[in-house]
T-cell receptor
Framework: NAGVTQTPKFQVLKTGQSMTLQCAQDMNHEYMSWYRQDPGMGLRLIHYSVGAGITDQGEVPNGYNVSRSTTEDFPLRLLSAAPSQTSVYFC??????????FGSGTRLTVV | DAKTTQPTSMDCAEGRAANLPCNHSTISGNEYVYWYRQIHSQGPQYIIHGLKNNETNEMASLIITEDRKSSTLILPHATLRDTAVYYCIVRVANSGNTPLVFGKGTRLSVIA
């Protein structure tokens, strides 16, 4: 039982590049979410999913796409990276929707 | 509009109880109070949640006032490892359809 696994842990992108942040969980959790946390700030919700095939936007969805083709995986795609997307990205999952388990984060720098 | 109000920061002596307050005066009857914490640079960690009765688990106790307009998270014997940002979140009961939305939280510093 690995919990919530995020890859990569660190990434540097050039402005305009695209990439996918991976999130996988092996706990059969239906509910998954993506957050970003800028330095010294709180967490802001990007996108979330309540099950395979179902996603919805959070507080700051612009510039990001998600899909949920399986219960286990919830990748976050950056379409065209911008310096404003420099942040730490956290993925979280939950079985019943109250006690979310968070991954260790992906630290992304866009130059 | 913020659903909860928490102090920006608090200090607590190691070994003493840490009492973290949260005001949620507009809470609805079907909304629970959740507490999470985030230790520096790590992902947040679930602590406890409750509706109207006091709750206790291995990590903490949650005391909710009778009118449900405020609550207190109690760490009975704070250690240096409890230094973290603590988030109080009000949310519809156990519903993944309503995702967690974090506010600014309280930065708790446990001092030796």
């Amino acid at each position: 039982n690995a919990g919530v696994t995020q890859t990569p842990k660190f990434q540097v992108l050039k402005t305009g590049q695209s990439m996918t942040l991976q999130c996988a969980q092996d706990m059969n959790h239906e509910y998954m979410s993506w957050y970003r946390q800028d330095p010294g700030m709180g967490l802001r919700l990007i996108h979330y999913s309540v099950g395979a095939g179902i996603t919805d936007q959070g507080e700051v969805p612009n510039g990001y796409n998600v899909s949920r083709s399986t219960t286990e995986d919830f990748p976050l795609r950056l379409l065209s990276a911008a310096p404003s997307q420099t942040s730490v990205y956290f993925c979280a999952s939950s079985y019943l929707g109250f006690d979310y388990t968070f991954g260790s984060g992906t630290r992304l720098t866009v130059v | 509009d913020a659903k909860t109000t928490q102090p920006t920061s608090m200090d607590c002596a190691e070994g003493r109880a840490a009492n973290l307050p949260c005001n949620h005066s507009t809470i609805s009857g079907n909304e629970y109070v959740y507490w999470y914490r985030q230790i520096h640079s790590q992902g947040p960690q679930y602590i406890i949640h409750g509706l109207k009765n006091n709750e206790t688990n291995e990590m903490a106790s949650l005391i909710i006032t009778e009118d449900r307009k405020s609550s207190t998270l109690i760490l009975p014997h704070a250690t240096l490892r409890d230094t973290a940002v603590y988030y109080c979140i009000v949310r519809v009961a156990n519903s993944g359809n309503t995702p967690l939305v974090f506010g600014k939280g309280t930065r708790l510093s446990v001092i030796a």
